[in-house]
């Protein structure tokens, strides 16, 4: 069985994506590595099969961004060996999502398209929910259904399966019907 996570993206990046024209492509990598800037996806526990909604949070609303389904993950440093040249050329074009130390590349087929005009609805961010070991729990830092700190976001963190389902049903529901460019 597969599993969902969030991964919080910066605005800064995500203005710089919007900025570079990104919106509306479809997602076909992400990067990993050991720092909490860029964490690393393996050690969240990320397996291929798994899906990564990428989130911002944004004047106290959740954004969802898109979604990866993951196939491969492959260590950085093999990563010009290890891919074929298709998409070793995707992994330069996503050069944007490469920030600080890199260590491992998530690979898969396109996603939904990248957009930043999202919006979690407050009554399912009051929901969204989150699994461990230790069990479920609630985003915390939501106050009459605003986001009023991200700290809650910062990393990578599985979803319970109702709350996976919600993201995709609003990624899949808002996207532009049509061909977005994928890279």
Known sequence: MSNSYTTLWT????????????????????????????????????????????????????????????????????????????????????RLLKTGCITEVLIGPPGAPLRFDTVVPGGLLEQLTYTSRRGERLLKHVEDGRLIRSTSLQGIYRLAADSAEELDQLIRHDAPSGGADEV
């Open 11 to 94: 605005n800064d990046l995500c203005r710089e994506l919007e900025r570079s024209g990104y919106a509306g492509r479809r997602l076909t990598m992400l990067f990993g590595g050991p720092h909490q800037s860029l964490p690393s996806f393996q050690r969240a526990g990320v397996q291929p099969g798994d899906h990564i909604y990428p989130v911002r949070a944004h004047r106290t609303r959740l954004h969802v961004l898109g979604v990866l389904e993951v196939a491969r993950i492959v260590p950085y440093e093999n990563a010009g060996s290890a891919l074929p040249d298709d998409d070793y050329v995707k992994l330069l074009d996503w």
